[in-house]
């Protein structure tokens, strides 16, 4: 039963983190892509940067598309960055 209850705490705690992205300052910041459009956000896996990189973010699941941040409209429209390596 502490397995059963350790394993769910474990699994609800990795699905909180998924659609969470680390910029270069270290503050863990979330990220959208467009779905279709940028009025229809979707939270995806991607490492990405609020630093403009000069190389756009990539969601992590296939098929990779652009990932963004939600602006002030709630709109995913904010550009984000591939993290330097």
Request: aromatic share 4%; glycine share 2%.
């Amino acid at each position: 039963m502490a397995f059963a209850l350790a394993s769910a705490g474990a699994v609800s705690s990795n699905s909180a983190k998924v659609n969470k992205v680390k910029s270069t300052s270290g503050v863990i910041i979330p990220a959208f892509i467009q779905n279709p459009s940028s009025t229809s956000c979707l939270d995806v896996t991607a490492d990405c940067s609020t630093t403009n990189t000069h190389v756009n973010c990539m969601s992590i699941e296939q098929p990779a598309k652009r990932a963004y941040l939600k602006n002030s409209l709630d709109r995913c429209a904010t550009e984000l960055w591939q993290n330097p390596q």
